[in-house]
């Protein structure tokens, strides 16, 4: 990017050639307002105006005494830039001319402009001639060259709009021009390099933009003002009229100006003229500043006589100063005295708050030390309720136990009544059944022995086969019934098989689910090795870090409890983190204040813990309430580095009286065996087959008692070494791994006995189908005797009925005997369930009322605790509200206090206003000094009516001293600026002088040496004094007089002869590195043209390191050939012509 440079004026889009007018100073306006110079355009420039001929524009003339000059120039000046001249030429005839390093063009390429679509000019670095036809585009060159680096579209003088150099039928055009940039001057070479690319991109909505790229094409800027920097330092004017001759400036310029307008284009080519400008700028600002000064010249006689006045009667003024300076001294004392008064209130108001602080502090520690009262009677109230609502859930559940008892009792007894009653039916019926086979048997026989007499016996065979079908049926349907008995059997292993499954399969889930939890503390334990807060709470890091930086608490909270907490050893750690609960989980704070703001944090963290406050912080005493040293305390397996964590758990927990021993049965010995151990609360001990569970041995009341202790499934949260309770993980979990190989070997034997129990079922259910034909093929054979029977004795009718009756009793009696047998067996069975049913209840009687007991004594003790909570709280609150008395008292003062610091401030700033703090005289109080005061001033306004007030007159002293010091200061800096500039202006005008004598020396002297080289005579005429510039020309070298003959007199080519060699005498004055001119041979014949051509290839090596751009409608033949030529030749241009198709005649 190319380096920041001054602004520049910004270009519209329409290139406007509205000129910047100068703003003229009235008398009023202050000097420099409007003090910088100013550049103006000429609006009646030739080369706008061409018609304007005789016309001469004041705006463009020099000052109106410049006219007072010689019309001559100095000769001996012309003189000398003749002899220079001379000198030159002869120091450079054996010179060739070397073209420059820098600020010359190198190429110009178009593209879309005008009648060219794509097009490229390659200049050479001396002489370039572009030829080509009328219409071929040549003059586009030069306009492209003047838009490109910056010109205004009326300054080419072939569009009023960019948007009309657009090719017909485009959008927009395109132009590059590179310029070349070598040697010493170069303009920021390293970032250029060696060519500078200018491209101008021309919209056909009028908008237009410019880039500036290095040699490599990469754009080092966007700003015109750059471009401008970069024309300044290669002086490329292309705007300057005689820098760039259009076809109508050269036709103008070279055939018809006038005498004016050749003077007019000479100043501004060299640019005297905007030097001209300047000056004039000048001249008004002295003008100004001129009526300025005879303005406030009568004003500053005024001022002075003003304060010489005022300077008169301040020196009256200082005879009362003494009066003065004591009523100064009064009324500053009396300032002060007003502060001095509320100060001493102040401090009243200090030792008061200082004492109410006092107060708060007592009443804060008593607070202290009740909440930590109140805190052990909640917990024990806590504890004291769940062990109540434990209490109530035995009974509540030995009761609904009962009921159920009660209910199946009560079944059981119905049932039993109803056996009774049906044995005795059956009994009765059976008895029945006795006597009529008895009766029926007798008649048979009877029958049988009067039948047996009459058929010799046969029937009697049939009837005693048929006796024995009937027993086989019989014992066949006892095996029946006996077997169904035993069914039941088979059907309770089933049940009692399946049990014991489920409860294999649930202690194995169970214990592959605690397997589970100990792998993930397992992971937990290697994952949180640099984290070990992650096994409080998810969000515990978060809290952490938020408080490691809030500034809001009075003392830092101490906590979680866990990380104060280290155990010695890690195999009770199960047990001591399932004791403690969510303690290890807690924070300890030392003040309410602190506890509300750390409630609030939490609550942000999400996270919620206890919150336990503790006041005193002095270290306890417990040596003294400790067992005996053989025992293991949860206190002594564990090492607290803060003593209020140490107090906190001894308060919550008896750390201090809970002795740890490993065995059950032996802790069971030790606690309960003899008299109660002395500083003994509770015992913790192992379960028989895991460490992980446990039991809490203690008393309630007088009775022995134990509560459960279960696993704890988290991670450890007291401080152990990280990788002993790795391994001791591991090896707990190899452990359970060993046990959850034992249950499953348990769980399969229970499986396969149940599995063997139900294929027992499967073979009794086979037996009873084997049984049931056996039964069923007995049935057949005592019908098939029977039908025998009933053959052979067809007309023993009332025979078979009789034995049909015999049989029906008999099968009767065999029910009956069944279901008696079947009454005698439910009977023993419902009595044997009577009376377990009735020890049940009696047992269930004995444990409700020993519940009931034990809830009785936990809600009475459960009451005493919630009592003594309920007094320790009121206790606290009024401990609290006196608190707040004293925090509302302490308040108040400062509020007190506080406006009363409001008032001193307001009283010191008041006195301050007055002086800085005076000493008040010991004894004097503000009444004393206003009394003196009051005298005083009164004495001192009796004088001031008299003279007036001193101040007021020190101050209209000083104003009037004041306003005329600076009114003279500013007269004598205005004058001191008009003679400057008066001096400045002498010397610029007759520099300019000098400038204007010198180059138009050097411009006569360089015409007259063009002339000769074509052996002319001749001068060039100028009267500044008239603004006129015009050549005497004497074509005939032969004659005498040398005044020679006006322009308007010469032959056509003598005249275009004459007007190049001015035109070239004119460039050399000038200086430029760039030099155009379009068409100046366009009116001259072949001759004239030759002799002009070859004029401009003579003028240009001699001025050398400069680039000429001449434009000619002739072909390239008319071009001399040389090393430092370049000839262009324009091929005309496809504008869509088409031949036209003449008829033959």
């Known amino acids: 990017m190319a380096p920041e440079k001054r602004s520049a004026p910004s ?122 036809k009328n219409g071929s585009g040549k003059s586009a060159i030069l306009t492209a060259i003047v838009l490109c680096l910056g010109g205004k579209a009326s300054a080419t003088n072939r569009g009023a709009r960019l948007s009309n150099f657009i090719k017909e039928g485009k959008d927009h055009a395109t132009i590059i021009c590179k310029i070349k940039n070598q040697g010493d001057s170069a303009y920021m070479p390293d970032l250029y390099g060696s060519t500078i690319q200018v491209e101008r991109h021309i919209s056909r909505t009028g908008g237009s933009s410019f880039k500036l790229k290095s040699e490599r094409g990469r754009i080092i800027s966007t700003r015109k003002a750059d471009l401008e920097e970069i024309c300044d330092h290669m002086i490329l004017q292309m705007e300057n009229p005689m820098t760039v001759l259009s076809q109508d400036q050269a036709r103008q310029f070279i055939s018809s100006s006038s005498a004016a307008e050749k003077y007019k284009l000479f100043m501004k080519g060299v640019h005297l003229e905007q030097l001209d400008q300047d000056y004039r700028i000048i001249e008004e600002q002295q003008e100004n500043i001129h009526a300025k000064i005879e303005t406030i010249r009568p004003d500053l006689k005024d001022l002075q006589k003003k304060h010489e006045s005022a300077k008169n009667k301040q020196e009256l003024s200082r005879k009362y100063d003494s009066m003065l300076d004591k009523l100064r001294d009064y009324r500053r004392q009396l300032a002060w005295a007003q502060v001095a008064a509320k100060e001493a209130l102040r401090e009243d108001y200090l030792q008061q708050i200082q004492e109410a602080d006092t107060k708060i502090q007592e009443a804060e520690a008593k607070v202290g030390q009740l909440d930590q009262v109140f805190q052990q009677s909640e917990l024990a109230a806590s504890a004291a309720v769940e062990f109540y609502s434990d209490a109530v859930a035995v009974v509540t559940r030995l009761q609904e136990e009962k009921a159920e008892a009660k209910a199946d009792q009560d079944d059981i007894k119905k049932e039993t009544h109803d056996a009774h009653a049906e044995q005795r039916n059956i009994r009765s019926e059976l008895q029945a059944a006795d006597e009529t086979i008895r009766a029926k048997t007798q008649e048979i026989e009877q029958e049988e022995q009067r039948l047996a007499e009459l058929n010799g016996g046969g029937a009697a065979r049939r009837i005693a086969e048929l006796q024995n079908a009937h027993e086989a049926l019989k014992e066949a349907k006892q095996a029946e019934d006996d077997h169904k008995r035993q069914r039941n059997e088979r059907e309770a292993d089933i049940e009692r098989m399946g049990g014991l499954e489920t409860a294999a399969q649930e202690a194995l889930t169970n214990h592959q689910e605690r397997l589970r939890q100990q792998k993930n503390n397992l992971q937990q334990l290697s994952r949180n090795r640099a984290n070990a807060d992650l096994a409080f709470h998810p969000n515990m890091p978060t809290l952490l870090k938020a408080l490691a930086t809030d500034t809001g608490f009075q003392e830092r909270p101490i906590g979680p409890l866990g990380k104060h907490v280290r155990l010695l050893k890690p195999e009770w750690s199960s047990i001591i983190e399932k004791s403690f609960g969510n303690t290890l989980n807690a924070f300890i704070v030392t003040n309410k204040r602190d506890e509300k703001h750390l409630s609030d944090v939490m609550r942000r963290a999400k996270v919620q813990t206890p919150i336990f406050m503790i006041n005193n912080q002095h270290p306890m005493d417990i040596a003294a309430h400790e067992p005996d040293a053989r025992f293991d305390t949860v206190l002594r397996v564990l090492d607290i580095d803060n003593e209020l964590v140490k107090r906190q758990l001894v308060i919550a927990h008896h750390i201090e009286q809970s002795i740890l021993i490993a065995d059950m049965s032996e802790a069971s010995e030790t606690l309960f065996g003899g008299r109660p151990l002395e500083k003994v609360k509770r015992c913790y001990c192992f379960s028989a087959n895991s460490k992980l569970r446990g039991a809490c041995l203690f008393y309630r009341g007088a009775q022995a008692a134990q509560d459960p202790v279960h696993e704890y499934l988290g991670t450890p949260r007291t401080k152990t070494d990280v990788e002993e309770s790795i391994r001791r993980q591991q090896a707990l979990i190899a452990e359970m791994s060993e046990q959850l190989r034992r249950l499953e070997e348990e769980y399969r034997s229970a499986r396969d006995h149940h599995v063997k129990a139900q294929q027992a079922l499967l073979r009794h259910d086979r037996a009873s189908r084997d049984l049931k034909i056996a039964v069923q093929e007995a049935d057949d054979q005592v019908d098939r005797l029977n039908d025998e029977i009933k053959q052979d004795n067809a007309e023993e009718g009332s025979l078979e009925v009789m034995r049909s009756t015999l049989r029906d009793a008999q099968e009767q009696k065999g029910i009956h005997e069944s279901s008696f047998q079947d009454a005698v067996n439910n009977l023993d069975v419902l009595k044997g369930k009577l009376r377990t049913a009735t020890r049940q209840l009696a047992e269930l009687d004995a444990r409700i009322a020993e519940a009931q007991e034990a809830a009785d004594e936990a809600q009475r003790r459960a009451q005493e605790a919630d009592k003594k909570r309920a007094f320790d709280q009121r206790e606290k609150q009024q401990a609290e509200s006196r608190v707040q008395d004293g925090v509302g008292d302490r308040e108040k003062l400062v509020s007190n206090l506080a406006d009363l610091d409001d008032t001193i401030a307001a009283f010191t700033e008041q006195a301050r206003q007055v002086s800085e703090r005076v000493n008040i005289p010991e004894g004097e109080t503000f009444e004393s000094l206003d009394k003196r005061y009051k005298r005083l001033y009164e004495d001192y306004r009796k004088y001031h009516d008299r003279i007036g007030d001193r101040e007021q007159i020190a101050a209209e002293a000083t104003r009037c001293r004041k306003a005329f010091d600076t009114a003279q200061r500013e007269l004598q800096s205005l004058e001191n600026l008009r003679d400057k500039l008066q001096e400045t202006m002498q010397q610029r005008k007759e520099r300019w002088k000098l400038f204007r004598s010198y180059i138009s020396a050097h411009a006569k002297a360089q015409f007259g040496f063009m002339l000769s080289e074509r052996g002319f005579r001749g001068r060039l005429i100028m009267d500044h004094h008239q603004k006129l510039m015009d050549l005497k020309v004497e074509p005939d070298i032969t004659r005498r007089d040398g005044s020679g003959r006006s322009a308007r007199t010469l032959s056509g080519g003598e005249k275009s002869f004459s007007q190049i060699c001015l035109l070239l005498a004119i460039w050399e004055a000038m200086g430029a590195p760039i030099r155009c001119l379009d068409e100046f041979d366009v009116f001259m014949d072949a001759v004239n043209r030759s002799i002009s051509v070859n004029l401009l290839i003579e003028g240009a090596r001699q001025s050398i390191g400069r680039q000429f751009i001449l434009i000619s409608p002739g072909s390239k033949s008319d071009i001399p050939r040389a090393p430092d030529v370049k000839v262009n030749e324009v091929a005309a241009p496809e504008r869509g012509q088409t031949r036209l198709v003449l008829a033959s005649a």
């Open 11 to 132: 270009d519209s889009d329409d290139e406007s050639d509205a000129d910047q007018r100068r703003a003229r100073h009235s008398s009023s306006t202050p000097y420099g307002s409007e003090s910088k110079r100013r550049r103006t355009n000429d609006k009646s420039s030739t080369a706008q105006h061409p018609d304007a001929s005789s016309e001469v524009d004041e705006a463009s003339t020099p000052p109106s005494d410049f006219g007072s000059d010689a019309d001559e120039d100095n000769g001996e000046a012309e003189l000398a830039a003749t002899q220079a001249i001379e000198d030159r030429k002869t120091s450079r005839k054996d010179q060739n001319n070397e073209p420059a390093l820098h600020g010359i063009l190198e190429e110009v390429k178009v593209t879309n402009f005008m009648c060219h679509e794509d097009y490229e000019f390659h200049l050479g670095p001396l002489i370039n001639f572009i030829t080509g």
